[in-house]
T-cell receptor
Framework: AQTVTQSQPEMSVQEAETVTLSCTYDTSENNYYLFWYKQPPSRQMILVIRQEAYKQQNATENRFSVNFQKAAKSFSLKISDSQLGDTAMYFC????????????FGTGTRLQVFP | NAGVMQNPRHLVRRRGQEARLRCSPMKGHSHVYWYRQLPEEGLKFMVYLQKENIIDESGMPKERFSAEFPKEGPSILRIQQVVRGDSAAYFCASSPPGTSRAGELFFGEGSRLTVL
């Protein structure tokens, strides 16, 4: 069975600074996807970034980038130039490659961005 | 293009009553997923449906819980004889057919169920 672990329940960062959220996972699969989802206080979850395991290049979406270490089963999220609107719960998620979008989520990291 | 719509946003039930949660997927989306979020936990997969079909219900409790996605109308998550442990936020998500963006789910704002 796959598991996703986020060891940081809470993080804080000052506006304009950089913060890194950690995520590790366990799987015996070779083909899979990894995601970071953001859940703002309004509670609608939105996709931040997506990584295919077969791609060595780390995914980047504007101020958001990941450090994907497949051998170490690590998938951290870096937020550069943090903004107040980045304040949210961040969930790391795993999905086995296939035709069912069944995501396995970590327990989340609450990020607070301070002015 | 309206997003995933869930209602009610908040539902209070007494033990033993029934709860019905509704979800209308985004226009053009034919796949619906239900997830449950307990306090201070991540989302847990419950069920995956397509129109008139349950594709994967491996996360659904064996008793009291059921889900449907009829040909017409919203998807319904039904919880019979609710107990306090059912108190949680229930999220619906949808995705379009095809696998070009596998795992990219569009979530609703959730329905928070409180069982007294």
């Amino acid at each position: 069975a796959q598991t996703v672990t986020q060891s940081q329940p809470e993080m804080s960062v000052q506006e304009a600074e950089t913060v890194t959220l950690s995520c590790t996972y366990d799987t015996s699969e070779n083909n899979y996807y990894l995601f970071w989802y953001k859940q703002p206080p309004s509670r609608q979850m939105i996709l931040v970034i997506r990584q295919e395991a077969y791609k060595q290049q780390n995914a980047t979406e504007n101020r958001f980038s990941v450090n994907f270490q497949k051998a170490a089963k690590s998938f951290s999220l870096k937020i550069s130039d943090s903004q107040l609107g980045d304040t949210a719960m961040y969930f790391c998620a795993f999905m086995k490659q296939g035709n069912t979008d069944k995501l396995i989520f970590g327990t989340g990291t609450r990020l607070q961005v301070f002015p | 293009n309206a997003g995933v719509m869930q209602n009610p946003r908040h539902l209070v039930r007494r033990r033993g009553q029934e709860a019905r949660l509704r979800c209308s997927p985004m226009k053009g989306h034919s796949h619906v997923y239900w997830y449950r979020q307990l306090p201070e936990e991540g989302l847990k997969f419950m069920v995956y449906l397509q129109k008139e079909n349950i594709i994967d219900e491996s996360g659904m409790p064996k008793e009291r819980f059921s889900a449907e996605f009829p040909k017409e109308g919203p998807s319904i998550l039904r919880i019979q004889q609710v107990v306090r442990g059912d108190s949680a936020a229930y999220f619906c998500a949808s995705s379009p057919p095809g696998t070009s963006r596998a795992g990219e789910l569009f979530f609703g704002e959730g329905s928070r169920l409180t069982v007294l």
